[in-house]
C-alpha cells in the first residue's frame, strides 16, 4: 500500500459536511464557474469553491479533479485547493448514518437528518417543489428550492424510494423538511427499503377486530371481507392515496357513504392531513343510477388526471357503496382499469359473479347467504368504525336510518332501532331518511355536504336539525300527496298467471315529471297503498316510462336480474338493460320496443312461485 500521503477520498453520498477532514484530498467534480472561481461537487451534495488563486489547470464542467481541503469555515463553505498527484490510490469513504423516521421529526426540530422514504405526492409552487414523504410511521412535507417556480430534482417521479437529507424546521406552525439532498436510491437498495415500508404500513393499516354494535350472523360472516375493505382504505390514507366513494343517490345509499366519509376525513386530520375537499384527497359523489355508469367514471378520471398532474398527486381508490355488484357497473369498470384502479364495493344489491374480476375487495351479503335487508347504511356504518373506531358515537343512529329509508324487513332492523331509541324513534329515523331523499333529489350530482350533515345531525347543532327535517318531510310529503292523488286514478289493474295481483301506472303520463317525488319512488308510494288495500295477496306494481320500468312487488319470488338478462337475449334490438334487488328494480329499454318489453316482462312475472 501506498504512503498515506497519496491517498484521495471519494466521499459517498450519505456522508455530510462533517465527515469531511481538513488536510485530506478529495476526489471532486466539477459543477461550475464563477469570475471568483470553480464549484465543484465532493459528492451528490456537498459543494464546495476552488478560489480562482489555487485554480491549476483547465477544466470544463463535469471533469473530475483532486482538491486538498484547507478549511472549512464555521458558515459551512469549503475552501479547497487544487493539487495534481501522479500516483495515488482511492478510498471510498461510506457513510451510513443513523436514519431518522418520518415520525420522529417532531423531536430532530433545528437538525440536519437524514431518511429513507417514497415519494407520494410532487407539487411545484411558485416558490420550492414540495414533496410529500411516507414512511411506516407517517407523513410530512419537505421543500427542495433550486430558484422560484423551478422544479427541483426532477429526477424524482411519484413513487420514488430516495434518500433525502435536510434540516427540520417549522414554517407557519406546519413541521417542514428543507432538503439538501435527495436521489433515488438504488434498485437493491430501493427494494429493501420498500419491504420495510409496505410491512409496517400494512401492520398498521389492517383494522383492528371490533364487535359489531349489534349481534347479528350475516356481520359476522361478512366481517372478513368488510376487514379487507377498511384495510384498503386505511393505506391509502397512509400514503397519500386519494379516495373517491361513489354512492347511490338515496337514503340508504347517503348514509352508507356519510358513515365511511366522516371516517375517513377524521382519520386524515389525525395523520396531519387536510380533510378540506381542496385537499384532493377525499371526494364523496351520488350517482343516480344504482350503479356505476360511464358518464360517473368519465367525470373521476377526468378529475383524477387533472389531479396527477396539476399537483402530482395519486391516481385514486375507488370506492363503491349502494351499488357496484352488477354486470351493469362493469363497462366503467373496464374503463378504471385501463388506469389501474383499485376498486373497492361495499353493496347489497343481488351480484354478479362477473364482477369480482374487476374488484379488490367485495362486501355483499348475498355471499354469505343473506340478502338486501342488510343494507348498504348498515354495512357502510360498521365499515367506519373499522376504519376510524371513534366515528361511532356520531354514527350510531345511522344503520336504523338506513334501515326504515330501504325498508329493509331484516331482523338487524330492529336491532338497530333498539340501539338508539333512546334518541331517536322509528319515526325520527323515517323522517331523516324521507329528508334525505327529498333533498338530494335537488342536489343532483352534489353531495350537498353541509346539508347533509345537519340532516343526519352531525353539526352539533339539534335545533336546526329538527327544524330543517321537519320542514324537508313537511314539504316532501305535500308533494308525494299531490303526486298520488294525480297517478292513482290513472292505475291499470289485473291478475297475473300465478295469481299475482298487476298494477301498472304510466308514470310519464299520470304523474308530474321533473319534480319530486321521482318514478322510483311514486311507483313505491303507490305500491304502499296497494299493499295495503290488497292485504294478504301477492302484489306486483310496476310504474314505466318510455324507456324504462320501475318494479316494486311483495309475495312474488321473482329475480330481476335474471329476467333482464333473459329479454336482452329473447327480444332482439330491445336494448333491454337494468337490475336492482330481486324483487325491486328497474330496467331500460329502447322507446320504440316498450310494448314488447313490458309484455315479456309482466309474461315472465306471472311464472315466478308465490310466496
Same mark, same amino acid.
Given at each position: 500500500m501506498e504512503n498515506s500521503d497519496n491517498m484521495v477520498y471519494r466521499l459517498g453520498s450519505g456522508c455530510e459536511l462533517s465527515d469531511i477532514?481538513?488536510?485530506?484530498?478529495?476526489?471532486?467534480?466539477?459543477?461550475?464557474?464563477?469570475?471568483?472561481?470553480?464549484?465543484?461537487?465532493? /459528492?451528490?451534495?456537498?459543494?464546495? +469553491?476552488?478560489?480562482?488563486?489555487?485554480?491549476?489547470?483547465?477544466?470544463?464542467?463535469?471533469?473530475? +479533479? @483532486?482538491?486538498?481541503?484547507?478549511?472549512?469555515?464555521? /458558515?459551512?463553505?469549503?475552501?479547497?485547493?487544487?493539487? !495534481?498527484?501522479? /500516483?495515488?490510490?482511492?478510498?471510498?469513504?461510506?457513510?451510513?448514518?443513523?436514519? !431518522?423516521? +418520518?415520525?420522529?421529526?417532531?423531536?430532530?426540530?433545528?437538525?440536519?437528518?437524514? +431518511?429513507?422514504?417514497e415519494i407520494a405526492q410532487i407539487k411545484q409552487t411558485s416558490g420550492p417543489t414540495i414533496f410529500t414523504l411516507i414512511d411506516e410511521t407517517g407523513k410530512e412535507n419537505a421543500a427542495a428550492f433550486i430558484e422560484a417556480g423551478k422544479r427541483a430534482y426532477p429526477e424524482v417521479e411519484l413513487g420514488d424510494i430516495v434518500h433525502v437529507s435536510g434540516e427540520v424546521m417549522m414554517r407557519n406552525d406546519q413541521l417542514q @423538511?428543507?432538503?439538501?439532498?435527495?436521489?433515488?436510491?438504488?434498485?437493491?437498495?430501493?427494494?429493501?427499503? @420498500?419491504?420495510?415500508?409496505?410491512?409496517?404500513?400494512?401492520?398498521?393499516?389492517?383494522?383492528?377486530?371490533l364487535p359489531f354494535m349489534i349481534e347479528s350472523e350475516v356481520l359476522e360472516m361478512l366481517k372478513p371481507a368488510m376487514k379487507d375493505v377498511a384495510f384498503h382504505i386505511r393505506k391509502a390514507i397512509f400514503t397519500n392515496q386519494p379516495v373517491i366513494l361513489r354512492h347511490h343517490a338515496d337514503a340508504d345509499g347517503i348514509v352508507a357513504a356519510v358513515s365511511v366519509e366522516r371516517a375517513i376525513t377524521s382519520l386524515i386530520r389525525d395523520e396531519g392531513g387536510d380533510p378540506d375537499l381542496e385537499s384532493h384527497l377525499f371526494k364523496r359523489a351520488p350517482s343516480k343510477a344504482p350503479f356505476y355508469e360511464i358518464e360517473d367514471v368519465t367525470r373521476d378520471l377526468d378529475y383524477a388526471l387533472k389531479d396527477n398532474i396539476k399537483y402530482g398527486q395519486k391516481l385514486p381508490l375507488i370506492l363503491m357503496m349502494d351499488n357496484g355488484s352488477t354486470e351493469e357497473d362493469e363497462p366503467s369498470y373496464r374503463m378504471a382499469k385501463v388506469y389501474d384502479l383499485t376498486i373497492l364495493v361495499v353493496d347489497h344489491h343481488h351480484p354478479d359473479e362477473s364482477t369480482d374480476a374487476f374488484l379488490t375487495a367485495h362486501v355483499n351479503p348475498y355471499h354469505v347467504g343473506g340478502d338486501f335487508g342488510v343494507t348498504a347504511g348498515m354495512l357502510g356504518a360498521e365499515l367506519a368504525r373499522m376504519i376510524y373506531p371513534p366515528v361511532e358515537e356520531?354514527?350510531?343512529?345511522?344503520?336504523?336510518?338506513?334501515?326504515?329509508?330501504?325498508?329493509?324487513?331484516?331482523?338487524?332492523?330492529?336491532?338497530? $332501532?333498539?340501539?338508539?331509541?333512546? !334518541?331517536?324513534?322509528?319515526?325520527?329515523?323515517?323522517?331523516?331518511? @324521507?329528508? $334525505?331523499?327529498?333533498?338530494?333529489f335537488w342536489l343532483r350530482f352534489n353531495d350537498g355536504r353541509e346539508i347533509v350533515k345537519d340532516i343526519l345531525n352531525l353539526n352539533d347543532n339539534t335545533g336546526r336539525h329538527k327544524r330543517l327535517v321537519s320542514l324537508l318531510v313537511a314539504e316532501a310529503n305535500l308533494a308525494i300527496k299531490e303526486q298520488i292523488e294525480t297517478s292513482m286514478p290513472h292505475v291499470e289493474r289485473s291478475v297475473l298467471e300465478n295469481d299475482a295481483r298487476l298494477f301498472t301506472i304510466d308514470v310519464e303520463i299520470y304523474a308530474h315529471r321533473f319534480t319530486f317525488p321521482p318514478p322510483g319512488k311514486t311507483s313505491g308510494e303507490i305500491h304502499d297503498i296497494l299493499c295495503k288495500e290488497n292485504e294478504g295477496s301477492p302484489v306486483v306494481t310496476l310504474g314505466v316510462g318510455p324507456d324504462f320500468a320501475v318494479i316494486r312487488s311483495r309475495g312474488v319470488l321473482m329475480n330481476i336480474p335474471r329476467m333482464v338478462r333473459e329479454l336482452r337475449e329473447e327480444i332482439i334490438g330491445g336494448g333491454v338493460n337494468g337490475g336492482g334487488h330481486l324483487v325491486v328494480g328497474s330496467i331500460k329499454f329502447v322507446e320504440g320496443m316498450r310494448d314488447t318489453v313490458i309484455a315479456g316482462l309482466i309474461e315472465k312475472i306471472g311464472k315466478f312461485p308465490i310466496e
Open positions: 477532514v481538513t488536510g485530506n484530498v478529495y476526489e471532486v467534480k466539477v459543477q461550475g464557474f464563477a469570475k471568483f472561481g470553480t464549484f465543484v461537487y465532493l /459528492n451528490s451534495h456537498i459543494k464546495g +469553491l476552488i478560489h480562482i488563486s489555487n485554480v491549476k489547470t483547465e477544466h470544463n464542467e463535469g471533469d473530475k +479533479l @483532486l482538491v486538498l481541503v484547507r478549511n472549512i469555515r464555521d /458558515n459551512g463553505n469549503i475552501d479547497l485547493e487544487e493539487v !495534481t498527484i501522479r /500516483n495515488y490510490e482511492v478510498s471510498n469513504v461510506a457513510c451510513k448514518r443513523p436514519q !431518522t423516521r +418520518l415520525g420522529d421529526l417532531r423531536s430532530r426540530v433545528g437538525n440536519n437528518v437524514s +431518511l429513507d422514504v @423538511l428543507e432538503v439538501s439532498h435527495m436521489e433515488v436510491l438504488s434498485e437493491e437498495d430501493k427494494n429493501l427499503v @420498500l419491504k420495510r415500508i409496505e410491512k409496517a404500513l400494512d401492520d398498521r393499516a389492517y383494522p383492528e377486530d356520531s354514527i350510531r343512529h345511522f344503520p336504523a336510518v338506513a334501515a326504515v329509508g330501504d325498508r329493509s324487513e331484516a331482523p338487524e332492523r330492529a336491532k338497530y $332501532l333498539q340501539l338508539v331509541e333512546d !334518541t331517536y324513534s322509528e319515526d325520527d329515523c323515517k323522517d331523516i331518511a @324521507l329528508a $334525505l331523499d327529498y333533498e338530494q
